[in-house]
């Protein structure tokens, strides 16, 4: 396991992760794994825009689409 240093934190936020840790019973050290654990595995808006463009190649050159907003209008007219 890797070790991380983390320099100038802004001194209110050491003892709000502190009543993080105890409301989880877990150390400061253990919540603070578990808190860069969960965000490094969010998708990044990279990530995403990514997707998009995938999805978007899928469709052919040319094809005209239907703004979303227009279809879900009409279809709350029926």
Do not use: F, W
């Not at 969010?42 to 990530?47: N, R, S």
């Not at 995403?48 to 463009?53: F, I, K, M």
């Not at 052919?60 to 227009?70: A, I, R």
């Amino acid at each position: 396991m890797g070790t991380v240093t983390i320099r100038n934190l802004d001194d209110e936020v050491i003892p709000r992760l502190e009543m993080r840790a105890k409301n989880h019973r877990r150390s400061l050290e253990a919540e603070i794994c578990d808190l860069l654990s969960h965000a490094a595995y969010q998708p990044l808006a990279i990530d995403a825009l990514a997707e998009v463009d995938r999805i978007a190649a899928l469709t052919p050159k040319g094809v005209k689409q239907t703004d979303s907003v227009l279809l879900l209008r009409e279809d709350r007219r029926r």
